[in-house]
């Protein structure tokens, strides 16, 4: 019951800013664990970042501070502020959700996916 759909994706020159969001349905999104992957063709799915339950946040080292994830209850969406893109930042960035507890990030098993926009990351 529970999708996600992603909004967001596109292309920008290396050190601009894009926002990726992410709308949860079929329930509330203050009652899963929540997160973003991206993927390169040719190499494993990475985690990337992660909104827990509870509030906790928890980032990929190459991305801290550069990147924030932040959800807005009230909208039932996820959203991840990249600033400062580099062209190691370009992949299929991937909405996932899953229940507290589960513990899917940064592996690949969450309940939840998104359909997996494209970001580009021009030099």
């Known amino acids: 019951q529970v999708q996600l759909v992603e909004s967001g994706g596109g292309s920008v020159q290396a050190g601009g800013s894009l926002r990726l969001s992410c709308v949860l349905s079929g329930g509330t999104i203050s009652n899963y664990s929540m997160a973003w992957f991206r993927q390169v063709p040719g190499r494993k799915r990475e985690g990337v970042a992660a909104?827990?339950?509870?509030?906790?946040?928890t980032y990929r080292d190459s991305v801290k501070g550069p990147f924030t994830i932040s959800q807005d209850n009230a909208k039932n969406t996820l959203y991840l502020q990249m600033n400062s893109l580099m062209p190691e930042d370009a992949a299929v960035y991937y909405c996932?959700?899953?229940?507290?507890?589960?513990?899917?990030?940064?592996?690949?098993?969450?309940?939840?996916w998104g359909q997996g926009p494209q970001v580009t990351v021009s030099s």
């Open positions: 996932a959700a899953d229940l507290p507890g589960a513990y899917c990030y940064p592996f690949l098993w969450c309940q939840y």
């Open positions: 909104f827990d339950n509870d509030g906790s946040t």
